[in-house]
């Protein structure tokens, strides 16, 4: 299967990259330079060096895919406006490519921050409730679903929770933090974080492009329903100091971290029943009971890099 990839040098689509070219696909991804696009290439991929927010320069490989996998993330203040110029230019591209006889599918990228604090259980179903950060997120997986030509394009999206793995990432930071001796947590830490491991969330963005059916909305996390001190406190058994432990009140955090402050504060409680229907099965299923396998991780990948 061909797969164009946005965002293959990121957290989330570096991960994609490689289960997609160790499951024997062929991935054109696109990336932002030149060292970027040697990374790519070392690991048997095809880069094309463009910007997310130029289409005339991505736009033909993207019509040549049976998968369009939009991973990336914009970071700059254009954030909202490059990524609807992408989902138009991407499902475009789709479209095009079912007028010429062919399938098409585009698997778009969101997040469970869109649901906001969960009062219970919440599956793919729940009403979305985001919170600031994310608030233009749902416009955005809107807009993918009306795109798809009324069903003629697959389109589905990705819900992931925290990802954890590797030396990228939020939960990568706390283990960073941890060694260095000192971990900031928004709130008393009572809050539920759903996460998933990189691995694990790139396996479904590959069991979604391989399946015909496969439609609608995805949740991807461990559903370990981990609480933030929890894992802090994993964490910290496993470092050679103990570290100190401070929780930030929520209007300190949102004064240093403006909206991202409410982003880690959400308690949120989440199933994945679509994407284990698929037969997804996380092979990790907590941050806490892994921590001494993901601190071996971490080293290794700050090794590998520096």
């Known amino acids: 299967m061909r797969i164009f990839l946005t965002g293959a040098t990121g957290y989330i689509g570096s991960a994609i990259l490689e289960t997609s070219l160790r499951s024997g696909h062929q991935v054109t991804a696109l990336v932002r330079d030149p060292e970027r696009a040697e990374h790519v290439s070392l690991r048997g991929g095809r880069p094309i060096v463009g910007e997310l927010g130029k289409p005339a320069g991505y736009v033909a490989a993207a019509e040549d895919a049976d998968v369009i996998v939009h991973a990336a993330s914009e970071r700059s203040k254009r954030v909202v406006e490059v990524d609807r110029l992408a989902i138009e230019t991407l499902t475009g591209a789709a479209g095009r490519r079912i007028d010429s006889g062919h399938a098409a599918a585009f698997i778009y990228t969101s997040g469970v921050w869109v649901l906001g604090d969960t009062s219970g259980p919440a599956a793919e179903d729940s009403p979305l409730k985001p919170t600031p950060l994310v608030a233009w997120r749902p416009e955005h997986e809107e807009l993918v679903r009306s795109l798809s030509r009324g069903g003629r394009i697959r389109t589905a999206i990705v819900r992931p929770g925290i990802v954890y793995g590797g030396a990228r990432g939020i939960i990568s930071d706390l283990l960073k933090n ?107 299923h907590s941050v806490g009971g892994n921590v001494a396998g993901l601190i071996e991780e971490f080293r290794s990948r700050q090794e590998a890099a520096a």
Not at 179 to 195: A, E, F, I, M, Y
Not at 223 to 237: F, P
């Open 178 to 284: 941890a060694k260095n001796g000192l971990v900031r947590v928004v709130g008393d830490g009572s809050n539920h974080w759903p996460c998933v491991y990189d691995r694990d969330l790139a396996d479904l963005y590959v069991r979604l492009a391989v399946h015909p059916d496969a439609s609608g909305i995805f949740h991807a996390n461990d559903e370990a329903d981990e609480r933030v001190a929890d894992i802090v406190e994993a964490i910290a058994r496993h470092v050679m100091v103990q570290p100190d432990v401070r929780h930030v009140p929520i209007e300190e955090a949102r004064a240093k971290m403006g909206q991202y402050a409410d982003a880690l504060a959400l308690d949120q409680i989440v199933r994945s029943p679509r994407a284990r229907a698929l037969g997804w099965t996380p092979t990790l």
